[in-house]
């Protein structure tokens, strides 16, 4: 089975910058990074696809980036001008879909915290 492990969170401010890590991929057909605010259902934020093919969910579109390492076996998520609405636990996924959606992703990691003060 695929074993992920996330890195990279922690708190923040407001325009700040974070870049999340995931080893573990190993060359998965679609890796996605989700997130879940307490109370909330967890959403997709960005998905790549084997080929290199990226997807972003609108709120994140031209803040944050979605990359992998296929030598490192690493997945990242360079995210920029964080917002307070970011704050979120972040999972990284692995799956055979190329999709946002998460239950069509197979494989999760534990999550890393991450907090954005205003």
């Known amino acids: 089975p695929v074993q992920l492990v996330e890195s990279g969170g922690g708190s923040v401010q407001a325009g700040g910058s974070l870049r999340l890590s995931c080893t573990g991929s190993r060359n998965s057909f679609s890796m996605g990074w989700f997130r879940q605010a307490p109370g909330k259902e967890r959403e997709g934020v960005a998905a790549?696809?084997?080929?290199?093919?990226?997807t972003y969910a609108e709120y994140v579109k031209g803040r944050f980036t979605i990359s992998k390492d296929n030598a490192k076996n690493t997945l990242y998520l360079q995210m920029n001008r964080l917002k307070p609405d970011d704050t979120a636990m972040y999972y990284c996924a692995a799956g055979n879909v190329y999709t946002l959606r998460r239950e069509r992703y197979n494989y999760w990691g534990q999550g890393t915290q991450v907090t954005v003060s205003s």
């Open positions: 790549i696809r084997i080929d290199g093919y990226t």
